[in-house]
């Protein structure tokens, strides 16, 4: 089936607006009669109507037996018979054509019999155990859970219980919702009969529903067809206006795709690469989408160039040569053979330059993958038959139950975790509102699959689930974040999990959440906790102002300003001043400057504040630690904000046998907080212990020396 070739406004299929490959007719149920329906009624061959679902469906399956078939067609044409369309055609040609739209995209046998029948339950005498008798348990199945789905009320009262009762319905078997999928696709081509207010409430529902469902299900033949039909109902001005762009651009004489395509051919033939090279024309909404972004369109705008080759590496080696011999466009460049999206998806996106600079858009895949990105789950043939031994050597874990893909799986996770239909409903909703995820990396080379504008809190939920609780913030690239973090595509994200059993969730967490997974397990808690969200908020900041107060012991007061350590200077009678922007240490290496007042200025020589007393011509003298090993020195404590903190931070240091002569703590700032300590230690050769023992009190992520920048010497 080729969603670019439906037109929604028109009886008729659309003439293609760029070559394109010879595809099997579709048949034309509009003209079917009551005589063409049944066809021949010898015991030796099929119906002609039901014939046609047969030939489309044994160019996926050869050695198919369609004896089932058969007798799925007998039973529904025998059951319906009598009832009519709203559009004056017997009912029985909607069934099927809602089995010829999945017999085209390559389901398999027991889904196509449950697609024949998906309606006598409804709406006819026929009861589901007699269903079961003739066809087996797994026919009943698929065929109850469509009827459930047919008995959902899309009303806006009954949003939040919708997706509950469709889910259920689905269970674990995606085959219910792929039926569902053509179901509405075939509606949505016959809705024309209707009044125009009802096509809208319909074309809302899926637009708003269904589409969502079809792209995350990865049915990218159901989805776009869909998008066309309910473009020309909601925005029947703007669809026209498409409408003529297209066909204004079909009647020029250049077209840049079709030079590219011979461009193409040429250079993969003398590499010795078999390939198809095609022409894939854009569709309504995408034409529609790219002139609202680029304003004039060019006719390299109007469509794709799609290569097809036969192994994985192929797909590399025409990636090789086309930018080997051909001006790519390297920003365009996205790889999703090594990072598939999330709804199945896999193929190689470049674009190279035309001649006159128009840009091409490549998509280079297998025939494999290009069968998957059409027809997504339904491509996955029979969930229950056994794997063959290529799908076990290929699969990933997360998709290694054909009946749940990544995205359906964590679906249900959130139907059972949702505290109530309303929090699930509206986390569902922002989700099926994004259209686009990007890909993240976690540090042991695994991926995670997030919506645009997915933060650090959303990643935590993602690998750890309700463990995530316990997360006190994260590395981003190598580098500290907070869990407030907006992460772009290809980051590399590792969530760092506190150690302490105090540790709990904020109810500021819910403000960066945008997965759903992140926002119901965090509201789960919350409801399970009344209070203790905001409690842990406030803990924080009054634990920790509280502690900076106390933290400076009265006995500070009166401690001595001069540093036991006292290096010896190469300036006799001078006196010495340890730098306070470096705070150095034995046995560190330290050189001196003279300044005003006789006095000399003693830095570690890789403080930044050396370079700029050379440059303004300071006096260099040499310096060196005495025998003493005692000394004083000032570390800079980073941390995620939680409560006892400062209490764990000091019994930390006095184990460590520092003494605390002051201590400040500024107020959190986005859950972060910095500590800064002076500390007495009775051998400057415990300082690297000392520092480690504080960066392993849980929620402490970094422990420096202080570099404070001075321009007054």
Sequence with gaps: MSAEATNPASPGPVTNTVPRRKARPRIDLRRLGRAALLGPTARDRLPDAIGHVAEAHRAHYPDADLEPLRRAWVLAESSHRGQMRKSGEPYITHPLAVTLILAELGAETTTLTASLLHDTVE????????????????????????????????????????????LVATGSDVRVMSIKLADRLHNMRTLGVMRPEKQARIAKVTRDVLIPLAERLGVQALKTELEDLVFAILHPEEYDHTRELIVDNASRADDPLAEVTDEVRTVLRDADIQAEVLIRPRHFVSVHRVARKRGRLRGADFGRLLVLV??????????????????????????????????????LHTAVAHTDGQVVEVLIRTHQMHKVAEAGVIALGNPYAPPSEEQQATSDGERADPTRPGWLSRLLDWQEGAPDPDTFWSTLREDLAQDREITVFRPDGGTLGLPDGATCVDAAYAQYGEDAHACIGARVNGRLATLSTVLRDGDTVQPLMGQDPASEPSREWLEHAHTPAAR???????????????????????????????????????????????????????????????TPVPPDEVTGFSV?????????????????????????????????????????AESFGRPHLLADLTEAMALEGAEIVSATVEPPSQQRVRHTYTLQLPDAAHLPALMRAMRNVPGVYDVSRAQHHTTAF
């Design 123 to 166: 709406d006819t005498e026929v009861t589901l155990d007699q269903v079961g008798e003739e066809f087996g348990a797994e026919v009943r199945y698929l065929v109850d859970g469509v009827t459930k789905l047919e008995k959902v009320d899309y009303g806006a009262a009954a949003e939040p219980e919708t997706f509950r009762k469709m």
């Design 520 to 582: 119901i397990a965090i509201q789960r808690w919350l409801a399970a906790h009344p209070g203790r969200g905001d409690e842990a908020d406030a803990d924080v900041d009054a634990d920790e102002g509280a502690q900076s107060v106390r933290s400076t012991p009265p006995a500070a007061e009166d401690a001595p300003t001069s540093n036991p350590a006292t290096p010896l200077v190469d300036q006799p009678g001078a006196t010495v001043r340890l730098a306070g922007c470096c």
């Design 310 to 347: 036969n192994e994985d590496a192929d797909c590399y080696g025409v990636l090789g040569e086309l930018h080997t011999c051909l001006k790519p466009v390297v920003s365009e460049f996205k790889d999703f053979i090594a990072v598939p999206k999330f709804n199945l998806y896999q193929s």
């Design 596 to 636: 005003r007042g006789g006095v000399v200025t003693v830095h570690r020589v890789e403080c930044s504040a050396v370079a700029h007393m050379k440059s303004v011509g300071r006096a260099e003298v040499g310096v060196r630690w005495g025998d003493t090993t005692e000394c004083r020195v000032t570390l800079v």
